[in-house]
């Protein structure tokens, strides 16, 4: 693979589609894991998050399922498909549910640093009493906002939410029942980063945001360590062993700013060394930052509108921090259209004889889809080295989040799928 990706360099596949859809990394490399990426995602540090959020009410405190989906597996020409159900994770139904959190302790620990307080207890209110003239302040396109006001309603501090227009009612009243104060901005998600960051100058008040820009990187770097206890929960599911071949030979991850992918192939990374799974990054073709930044090499915009009806990743600017890692062990970028993960979210939800039937939002099917058309094109599969033999984790990183969404776009309710997938779990 590596000398695959030496030969291409920055070139599209060509796939006989009309737009290019898949790019290869001129930059990834199968190296050992680089001693100055620990500082930004290290392993050591994921039994850490783990057990400052073992109190913390709104969070499942055992791993989300790893569903094998056999029939779709088949289907598609692999040997397997393991698909990681972040929908369970918490009562926000969405990974950033690990993310914010551990950014607002890291925080509070910073700011009151002679306070001497107790990781695990922040999200009980222990210390509302100290943090009650705390205020955090975030934009978002909906689940890391609503991580955020819930861990910020357990802390005890004031939190205000800044909105991009095009987020839904049904979003922003999720985020409005945890306490906290809404923003709106009449421009799309990277206007909203700049306005709280604006605000956040003005008063006084901590920006706590999942993607960074230029002098701000130490809370989002505190954001994707959070996200390694995904990896964590499918290493140990699998009893995987260290520097051996790695348990899936392909990761399909969706990329919004690079946060999620970054914090997930790192931890590939750092655990299996050289024999990482290749990892392939999917994103809507209108909001194409990450796909952008491997064309050129560097953190980069967006060149479509950065609307979509994945509204978590719908972002316009690629996380420089987040590309830090991904140049190294990001293999492939791929766009998709909003259709295709609509469908993906119908197909999931149907299920089938072997595969149970599973609740995902748009964003969330993200990257099971790009496994798809990936899958349709014998050209594109050889590319990137995907044919019988391979095992490929996606992971479903949101359930239904805008539950209104979600019942229009398929036609059946998030509570009924789940009913059917009680009833395909209980058979014999």
Known sequence: MSQFLAQTQDKPIDHGL???????????????????????????????????????????????????????????????????????????????????????????????????FDPAALLTGRYRDDLHALTVISATDGNHGRALAAAAQSAGCRCLIVLPEHV???????????????????????????????????????VVSDTSYPEYEIIPRDVMQGYGIIVQEILDEIQASPDTQSAFTHVFLQGGVGALPAGILAHFWEFYGAQRPVGIIVEPVQADCLYQSARVGHAAHATGSVTSIMAGLACGDASPL???????????????????????????????????????????????????????????????????????????????????????????????????????????
């Open 18 to 116: 009309a737009r290019p859809i898949v790019i290869a990394n001129p930059l990834a490399c199968r190296s050992v894991y680089p001693p100055e990426h620990k500082a930004l995602m290290a392993i050591e540090r994921v039994a850490e998050c783990e057990q400052w959020l073992s109190t913390w009410e709104h969070l499942r405190h055992t791993p989300t399922p790893l569903w094998s989906l056999p029939d779709l597996a088949h289907a598609l020409g692999v040997t397997e498909i393991r698909l990681k159900d972040e929908s369970t994770r918490s009562s926000i139904k969405s990974f950033k549910a690990l993310g914010a959190p551990i950014a607002l302790i890291r925080l509070i620990l910073r700011l009151y640093s002679t306070q001497k």
């Open 168 to 206: 839904s009612a049904e979003r922003e009243q999720a985020i409005a029942i945890y306490g906290a104060e809404i923003i709106r901005v009449a421009d799309n998600y990277d206007a909203a980063v700049a306005e709280a960051a604006r605000l956040a100058a003005a008063h006084g008040w901590h």
């Open 322 to 428: 987040a590309w830090k890692l991904l140049r190294g062990c990001a293999d492939f970028f791929m766009t998709i259209e909003d259709s295709d993960a609509v469908a993906c979210v119908r197909q999931l939800a149907r299920g089938s004889q072997r595969d149970v039937p599973i609740v995902a939002g748009e964003s969330g099917a993200a990257g099971l889809a790009g496994l798809q058309i990936i899958c349709e094109s014998a050209v594109l599969r050889a590319q990137i080295g995907l044919d019988s033999r391979s095992r490929v984790l996606v992971i479903s990183s949101e359930g239904a989040t805008a539950p209104q969404g979600y019942q229009a776009q398929i036609g059946e309710s998030a509570a009924s799928v789940l009913a059917r997938q009680t009833a395909w779990l209980a058979k014999p």
